[in-house]
């Protein structure tokens, strides 16, 4: 199998497209195409970050160029993520990758972000308050308000926004009702 590919840029600042031609030993060439669901901003800001990292402008980085890029884009990756990571998109197994590897990799690094479960934080902060990590428990409305005044000193009115979530009005706080007060 053959892999060749080219970077095709759409006008539209929600999209980019990396066009992937296969051709196998049968003379059959099939067209992949990846959507990239990155804006035109975030690939000017790759492209511009690829370059200040690529020093011998070969048009490809290592996978240590790579962590500097990433970290420089807010990033951080452990060096067992870096490696998954060129692995993952560095076709002609060349140990480096170029732009539009790159952008593949940036790529799956936002999607990744995108499907950690979006409730991981509530989660941690909903144990941390006395419920389960599988979201059952509750939280008790006292405890709560003593988080809220006392641990964080914060001056809302946490009593009146739990009564407005309570609905069942137990005084304890399910994840559901949790995941509400604080969105």
Known sequence: ????????????????????????????????IISMVLTQEEIDNCRE????FDKDRSGTIDVWELRQVLEAMGQTPTE??????????????SGSIDFGEFLKVVECQKQRAENLDDDHDLIDAFVACG???DKSGNVKRDTLVKIIKKDFGLTIDIEELINKIDTDGSGEIEFEEFKILLN
């Open 1 to 32: 199998k053959i892999s060749l590919s080219a970077e095709y840029q759409f006008d539209s600042s929600y999209s980019l497209c990396i066009i992937i031609l296969v051709a196998t030993s049968r003379n059959c060439v099939t067209l992949d």
């Open 49 to 52: 970050a690829f370059l200040s």
């Open 80 to 93: 067992e993520e870096l490696f998954q990571m060129v692995s993952e998109v560095d076709d002609n197994m």
């Open 131 to 133: 419920g389960k990590p």
